[in-house]
C-alpha cells in the first residue's frame, strides 16, 4: 500500500514491490502472478480488518437501533480517517481506469454494498422496532452513505476533514429518523 500510495498504481513495479520487501521477484510471483493480484490482496486485507470492527459494532448487545447505528457511522467513519492512503490509492486507482476508457461503476458498487446493506439492515430494524417513525429505508441509508462519501472525496481531495462536524451531521440524521414528521 506504501508504495501504491507514494509512486501510484502505474508507478509500482514488480520490481520494486521486491526491493520493497526484500524478496525475489520469484518469490513474489509464486503467490502473486499479476501486480493487480498484489493491490486486490492489500486492499482485500484492510477491508476485511475494517469489517470485522463493523461486525463487532452488529453484533454488541444491548444497544438500541440508534445507538448501534451511529456506533457503526462512526467505525466506519474513524476507519475511513484512519486508512487514508488506502483511499488516495484506490482513487488514483480508479480515476487511471476510468482514464484508460475502463467503466469502474461495477468495482465500486463491489466494495461499498456491505457498508449500505449493513446501514439498510439497522435501518429496517429501527423502523420495525418504531424506533425510526421519521426514516424511510432506501433514503435513509442513502444519506448515511452520502455523508460517508463526502468524508471520503473531502480527505482524499483535501487531505482533510472535520471528525466532529461529520458526527455531528450522523447525530442530526439520526435524530431526524428518530421523529415523526411533522404534518404540513
Do not use: W
Not at 73 to 96: A, C, F, K, N, P
Not at 136 to 155: D, F, I, K, N, Q
Amino acid at each position: 500500500m506504501r508504495l501504491f500510495s507514494e509512486h501510484g498504481y502505474d508507478g509500482v513495479s514488480y520490481r520494486r514491490i521486491a526491493e520493497s520487501c526484500g524478496l525475489a521477484r520469484t518469490t513474489i510471483y509464486k503467490y502473486f502472478t499479476t501486480k493487480r493480484a498484489i493491490f486486490d490482496a492489500s486492499i482485500l486485507q484492510v477491508t476485511q480488518e475494517m469489517a470485522v470492527s463493523y461486525a463487532r459494532v452488529m453484533a454488541a448487545p444491548g444497544l438500541t437501533c440508534a445507538e448501534r447505528l451511529r456506533k457503526l457511522m462512526v467505525v466506519v467513519l474513524d476507519s475511513t480517517l484512519e486508512q487514508r492512503v488506502l483511499l488516495h490509492v484506490i482513487l488514483d486507482y480508479l480515476l487511471g481506469r476510468r482514464r484508460a476508457g475502463e467503466d469502474v461503476s461495477r468495482r465500486l458498487r463491489k466494495h461499498t454494498v456491505g457498508i449500505k446493506r449493513l446501514l439498510n439492515r439497522v435501518l429496517l430494524q429501527g423502523i420495525q422496532a418504531g424506533e425510526f417513525p421519521g426514516a424511510e429505508p432506501g433514503a435513509s441509508m442513502h444519506l448515511l452513505y452520502a455523508l460517508l462519501e463526502a468524508a471520503v472525496l473531502r480527505l482524499t481531495v483535501e487531505g482533510k476533514v472535520n471528525r466532529e462536524a461529520l458526527v455531528g451531521m450522523v447525530d442530526q440524521a439520526i435524530n431526524g429518523f428518530c421523529h415523526r414528521p411533522s404534518a404540513d
